[in-house]
């Protein structure tokens, strides 16, 4: 199995965001300097998170376009919450596109719920201005 790299991270999140801008290899580069940020997953699904104190954020998560519907994609939160208990975090949050009902979806299924709202946060690339979904949940083992 390949490693995840900044590169092929890059090219995974161009295949799977078509809509927004999708990272560069230099953001993704960027983020994995960082201690906090750690990456858990392969070519087909990735969950990128960044834990500071007792608080992980899901930076991001993206499944191959050709993947999707066969649960790559909980497999990757289920390990990114793994991955942040242990870096000792007791809560996660993250923030989606009001309009990606399929992520909305999974997120509630994980036990996420709407904490919040950022009116007008994303930018389409067809210049539609989406509202940001901020949702949470606490990390125990369930």
């Not at 809509?19 to 392969?42: I, Q, Y």
């Not at 499944?63 to 497999?75: C, E």
């Amino acid at each position: 199995m390949q490693h995840l790299t900044p590169v092929n991270m890059a090219a995974l999140h161009a295949r799977a965001v078509t809509d927004l801008r999708p990272w560069t290899r230099v953001e993704f580069s960027s983020l994995m300097d960082s201690p906090h940020v750690f990456a858990c997953g392969d070519l087909a699904a990735f969950a990128l998170g960044r834990v500071v104190l007792d608080e992980a954020e899901l930076l991001t998560l993206v499944t191959d376009p050709d993947q999707r519907r066969q649960g790559l994609g909980a497999r990757q939160l289920d390990r990114f919450h793994e991955t942040a208990r242990k870096c000792g975090a007791v809560t996660a949050f993250l923030e989606v596109a009001a309009d990606n009902t399929p992520a909305i979806a999974l997120y509630a299924k994980a036990g996420y719920a709407q904490t919040g709202l950022r009116k007008a946060y994303y930018a389409k690339l067809s210049g539609e201005k989406i509202d940001a979904v901020i949702m949470s949940r606490v990390l125990d083992d369930a």
